[in-house]
C-alpha cells in the first residue's frame, strides 16, 4: 500500500493547475488528483489575455501579503520566461501604454512600478499614440501568459509525475474526506462549495481578431484595452460587470468594445473577427487563500482572484502550498 499522502485539488483552471504544479514541485513523495468540471476551453482562465497588470483593488489579506503574491508570481513568470518552452507554455514579454483622458491615477499602478524593468510617463509625443483627448499616460514592459498553451502543458507535466485529471463536479468537501488534504482553487465555483457571498462575478466579454501588426499592447479608460498575442491574435476589451451571471455574448457590448478600441488604432475595424468571448471574473476582496477545517476534511483555500489570476496564481499557488504542506506535517507520520 502507498504511504503517499493523498491530495486533491478541486478546479481546473490556472489557479487549481498551478497548485497542482507548485506542490508536485515541493513534494516529491505525494500523490494528486485535479477534478474539474471544466478543462482547458471551458475556464475562465482560458479567456484571458493574461497580462501581468493587477489592477491597483486587487488585495490580499494585507498590503505585504498582496505584494509578496505579486512579487513571488513575476518570479515564477520570469523564469519560465527565461527557458526554451517559453513561448510552447504561452509565456511571452509585452510592452504597452495606459491612457486616460480624465485620471492621472489610472495610468499609475503601485503594484509593479518597482518590479517591471521599466514603467514610466509617457512623452508629448507619445501621448498622441493615445485616444483624442488624452491627458496622462504611461508606458510599461512586463509579460503575458496565455492559458491555451499552459494549461494543457502544466496538465502534462502533472500527470507525467503521476498525477491524475478527473473531470468530475465535486458537490461538497465531505465527499473528498478519503484525502490528507484538499485544496480548493475551484474560482467562482467556490460561492457554492462555501456558501460564500463575498465571492461575486464580474463579466467580462472580450472579441478576439487576427491583426498582427499590433505589437504593443494599449489600455484607455472605460475599460478599454487591446492586448496582442501569439499568432497574431489581438484581444479586445471589455467589460466589467458587477454581479452579473451572463455568460452569453452582448453584441451591443461588442460594438462598443470594438468602437473604443478604433478609437486607438482605427485600423482595427478591418481585422477578421476570430472570437467573442465571456467570462466570469470570481472576485472577491480579499483573495482568500486560507486553511480551514470543514467537517473533518482538511481544506486549503485558493480563490477569488478576480481579473488578475492568471497573472497571481503563482504567487498565492506558494503560499497555499505552504499552508498545505503544514497542515500535512501535522498530521501525518510520512516523512515528506
Ligand atoms: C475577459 C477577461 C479577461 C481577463 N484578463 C486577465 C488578464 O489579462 N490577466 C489576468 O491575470 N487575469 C485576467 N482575467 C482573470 C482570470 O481569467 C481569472 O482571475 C482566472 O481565470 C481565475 O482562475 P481560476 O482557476 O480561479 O478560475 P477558473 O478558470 O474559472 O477555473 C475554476 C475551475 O474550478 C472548477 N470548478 C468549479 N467548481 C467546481 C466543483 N464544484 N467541482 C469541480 N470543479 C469545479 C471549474 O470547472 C474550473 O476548472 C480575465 C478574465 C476575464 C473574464
Not at 486616460?100 to 503594484?111: A, F, G, I, K, M
Request: proline content about 4%.
Amino acid at each position: 500500500m502507498s504511504n503517499k499522502p493523498k491530495v486533491a485539488v478541486i478546479g481546473g483552471g490556472v489557479v487549481g493547475i498551478t497548485v497542482a504544479k507548485v506542490l508536485q514541485d515541493q513534494l516529491k513523495n505525494v500523490d494528486v488528483t485535479v477534478f474539474a468540471d471544466k478543462f482547458e476551453q471551458d475556464t475562465t482562465s482560458f479567456i484571458a489575455a493574461g497580462i501581468f497588470r493587477p489592477g491597483t483593488s486587487f488585495k490580499g489579506p494585507t498590503a505585504e501579503i498582496t505584494k509578496k503574491w505579486i512579487d513571488d508570481s513575476w518570479y515564477f513568470w520570469q523564469d519560465l520566461l527565461k527557458t526554451p518552452e517559453a513561448l510552447e507554455m504561452g509565456i511571452m514579454e509585452v510592452s504597452g501604454y495606459i491612457f486616460s483622458q480624465e485620471n492621472y491615477h489610472v495610468t499609475r499602478n503601485h503594484l509593479i512600478e518597482d518590479l517591471v524593468p521599466t514603467y514610466r510617463p509617457v512623452t508629448q509625443e507619445e501621448l498622441k499614440l493615445g485616444p483624442n483627448g488624452s491627458k496622462y499616460g504611461s508606458f510599461f514592459t512586463t509579460l503575458k501568459v496565455e492559458c491555451g498553451h499552459f494549461l494543457p502543458f502544466t496538465e502534462k507535466i502533472i500527470v507525467e509525475r503521476g498525477g491524475k485529471l478527473i473531470n468530475k463536479k465535486i458537490e461538497s468537501f465531505a465527499s473528498l474526506s478519503d484525502f490528507d488534504l484538499v485544496f480548493n482553487c475551484a474560482g467562482l465555483g467556490a460561492k457554492y462549495l462555501c456558501n460564500d457571498h463575498d465571492l461575486v462575478p464580474i463579466r467580462g466579454q472580450v472579441l478576439k481578431v487576427k491583426a498582427p501588426w499590433v505589437k504593443t499592447a494599449f489600455y484607455g479608460d472605460y475599460d478599454t484595452y487591446i492586448i496582442p498575442g501569439l499568432n497574431g491574435i489581438v484581444t479586445l476589451g471589455g467589460t466589467r460587470q458587477y454581479d452579473s451571471y451572463n455568460l452569453n455574448y452582448c453584441k451591443y457590448d461588442g460594438a462598443a468594445i470594438l468602437e473604443r478600441c478604433c478609437e486607438i488604432l482605427p485600423d482595427l475595424k478591418n481585422s477578421e473577427v476570430v472570437a467573442n468571448k465571456v467570462g466570469l471574473r470570481p472576485h472577491r476582496i480579499p483573495v482568500r487563500v486560507e486553511a480551514e477545517l470543514i467537517n473533518g476534511v482538511k481544506v486549503v483555500h485558493c480563490y477569488g482572484h478576480g481579473g488578475y489570476g492568471v497573472m497571481t496564481a503563482p504567487g498565492t499557488a506558494i503560499d497555499a502550498v505552504q499552508k498545505g504542506i503544514q497542515l500535512l506535517r501535522s498530521s501525518t507520520k510520512t516523512k515528506l
